[in-house]
């Protein structure tokens, strides 16, 4: 596939990078923060403490569960 200088590659498109953050999020973290992402730094850091949170808050869930299922040491 021949591409033009102006031309960005897959990898640097917003789609995907939008994508790689909601279907496998620490490709997405590092597609977002590498420098051909045009996003301002404040949505870079938003995004990235708003999926932490979420995998805090996950951890979280799933450990309640398995204490209340009496499963937990």
Known sequence: ???????KKWYEQTFWI???????WPVGLVLMWRGSC?????????VTIV????????YQMSQAVLAAQGTLS
């Open 18 to 24: 939008i994508f790689f953050l909601v279907i496998f």
């Open 38 to 46: 045009t996003w301002h730094t404040a949505v870079k850091v938003i």
């Open 1 to 7: 596939m021949v591409t033009t200088d102006d031309e």
């Open 51 to 58: 999926l932490l949170g979420v995998v805090v808050l996950s």
